[in-house]
């Protein structure tokens, strides 16, 4: 498979010294999913607005879809498809003429058109609503229109900048929906930004975790997950005394799949332990002739949320922007809304 | 390569008049300010005017045909000085990085914006023209005359919105540019020929108006409605107009490409 993007020591330094991507190298294979996750403030957009020529880079290089993004950058704009969190579609005019302006944009051949712009409209469900104004669309009705804006010219490769920011569950789900049919149907690739875990998890082939500019990890989600070792029991005890709970707890360091145990809060433990769900049975026997009782238990395995704390050190977190920053966060979320 | 950019051009002019088609009742607003203009001060000025004295110095009879070439371009003054808001907007709503993300040619939406804004501010004028010939003004060179007149009118809204756009692809900030502008346009009327004539004016003032590009624009249009095609006091101004226009247009380009491209 070949590589669609390769970026090397990619680098962002605003004016006034402010390190928004600081060095970052990774490769995205053709046809991935490949996801950039991270709080806000990250440098994941800044890093998306360099791969889409909308940023020069002030540092490193990168090649998307074989060209150099600042040397052959109107190559690189014809060639893929962007789609940004901020919901850009015109709400002065309807959807088909919002979808008729881009494929101006992308000098679709005039034969081809109406055709186009057809296809998208079906496949985004947006048919029936297409002679209507946008300001009457709803939030997700929009995101919608702007995601076919972004396939009308069929890009190999798609850029979606925060693709379900502000959205409900259920248009959520359709979003994601959209996403991986895309690349099951049109086999494009898909690099795409999120501060949602789950949203990673249930679309990325791969994910990098990036945190205050620097990738942190990049992994396949379950080799991430799994990169924080074991497995985890959590437990609570509902009776006996502390010398009790103690003896207990000597017992169950004592076997031979747990790695550790480590106090939360009141009477409740955690265990990292080895052998899975069996865990939960074997703990329990082991305590069945201690005065100890155990309340209940549960077997967990390390979310994403735990993959995140565990490499950047804290949870994903609201970081503030500049002040036009903030009022376009405003709008977009106002917009959404709707 | 030209047919790139004429064919990238068109499509940013073509949203801007879709949105402009649809936003009506904003164009008529705009005209209903000059006309209280015309009708209000026009009329209450012909009460002053219409006396040898003052005929002199208007070099017409009439105030209205004397004020109406100068409505006219504060109109276009005045839309063009808004005009930067649209790529203030643009950028807010993120649908600037939307073009700039497309294979567009840089220089492709600068202008379009501009044609679109010329186009608004052209269709206002004749508007106002069209009022003013109901309210009897009299334009000595014809239909011809309101042709040159709409021309120059275009023209000095193509400056206005070069500098507007110009402003906004610089300052990024709505307020930053509404103080500007709005620090600049009044003055900018009441230091020209466009409401009184030159010849009433202290030597000071009058030296100002002369050098005020509204006096470069409202003087051969004044000339065209009033006396007739005297060339040596057309050209002039229209020469110095045209420059003037290909300079704001070249820096706006440029600022665009510097600030926002």
């Known amino acids: ?338 | 390569m030209i047919g790139v950019i004429v064919h990238d051009t068109y499509w940013v002019f073509w949203r801007e008049m879709k949105k402009l088609v649809r936003q009506k009742s904003r164009i008529m607003m705009a005209v209903v300010q000059p006309v209280v203009w015309l009708v209000l001060m026009g009329n209450t000025m012909a009460g002053l005017t219409s006396n040898p004295v003052a005929a002199k110095m208007l070099g017409t009879g009439n105030y209205l045909d004397f004020m109406t070439p100068g409505v006219m371009v504060m109109t276009a003054l005045f839309g063009g000085v808004f005009g930067g808001m649209s790529i203030l907007w643009d950028r807010r709503l993120g649908f600037l990085n939307k073009m700039l993300a497309a294979p567009i040619h840089r220089a492709a939406i600068p202008v379009g914006k501009l044609a679109a804004l010329t186009v608004q501010t052209v269709f206002q004028a004749l508007l106002i023209m069209l009022i003013g010939l109901l309210l009897g003004v009299h334009i000595s060179t014809g239909i011809l005359g309101i042709g040159f007149l709409l021309a120059m009118v275009g023209l000095f809204g193509v400056i206005m919105g070069g500098v507007s756009l110009s402003l906004a692809a610089m300052l990024k900030s709505h307020e930053a540019l509404m103080a500007i502008m709005n620090f600049f346009t009044m003055p900018l009327v009441f230091t020209s020929n466009a409401m009184f004539p030159t010849r009433a004016m202290p030597e000071w003032l009058r030296a100002i108006a002369d050098a005020n590009p509204l006096s470069y624009a409202v003087g051969p249009m004044r000339t065209v409605a009033t006396r007739g095609w005297v060339w040596q006091e057309i050209w002039p101004g229209a020469l110095v107009l045209v420059i003037i226009a290909v300079v704001t247009t070249s820096i706006l380009v440029r600022q665009f490409h510097r600030s926002v491209a």
């Not at chain 1, 680098?11 to 999913?33: N, Q």
């Not at chain 1, 607005?49 to 074989?66: D, E, S, Y």
């Not at chain 1, 679309?203 to 985890?232: F, H, M, N, Y």
């Not at chain 1, 509902?238 to 790695?259: H, S, T, W």
Request: aromatic letters at 8%; charged letters at 25%.
């Open chain 1, 1 to 338: 498979m070949s590589e669609i993007i390769e970026a090397q020591g990619l680098a962002k330094i605003f004016p006034g010294g402010i390190k928004a991507v600081d060095g970052v190298s990774f490769s995205v294979a053709e046809g991935e999913i490949f996801g950039f996750l991270g709080p806000n403030g990250a440098g994941k957009s800044t890093t998306i607005a360099m791969l889409t020529t909308l940023l020069k880079p002030t540092g490193g290089t990168a090649r998307v879809a074989g060209m150099d993004i600042t040397r052959q950058a109107y190559n690189v704009r014809l060639a893929i498809g962007y789609v940004s969190q901020d919901l850009a579609v015109d709400d002065a005019l309807t959807g088909y003429e919002n979808l008729r302006l881009q494929a101006g944009f992308y000098h679709i051949p005039r034969g081809e058109i109406a055709k186009r712009i057809d296809e998208v409209l079906e496949m985004v469900g947006l048919k029936n609503r297409a002679k209507d104004l946008v300001e009457t669309y709803s939030g997700g009705m929009r995101k919608r229109l702007d995601i076919a804006c972004g396939l009308i010219h069929r890009p190999k490769l798609l850029f979606l900048d925060e693709p379900t920011l502000g959205l409900d569950i259920q248009t959520r789900r359709e979003i994601w929906n959209y996403i991986n049919q895309l690349r099951a149907e049109a086999k494009m690739t898909i690099f795409l930004t999120t501060h949602y875990m789950d949203e990673a998890d249930a679309l990325c082939d791969r994910i990098a975790i990036i945190d205050r500019g620097s990738i942190k990890v990049l992994d396949t989600p379950a080799g991430l997950k799994s990169s924080l070792g074991s497995e985890i029991v959590v437990f609570e005890f509902a009776k006996g005394g502390p010398e009790d709970i103690n003896a207990a707890l000597n017992k169950i360091r004592g076997l031979g799949f747990v790695k550790d145990v480590t106090k939360a809060g009141g009477k409740g433990y955690v265990a990292s332990v080895t052998n899975g769900e069996a865990s939960v049975p074997a703990i329990f026997d082991a305590l069945s002739g201690f005065a100890a009782k155990i309340g209940s238990i549960s077997f967990k395995q390390p979310s994403l949320d735990d993959v995140f704390l565990h490499y950047t050190g804290r949870e994903i977190r609201e970081n503030g922007g500049g002040k036009e920053d903030a009022v376009r966060a405003r709008m977009v979320m106002r917009r959404m809304r709707r």
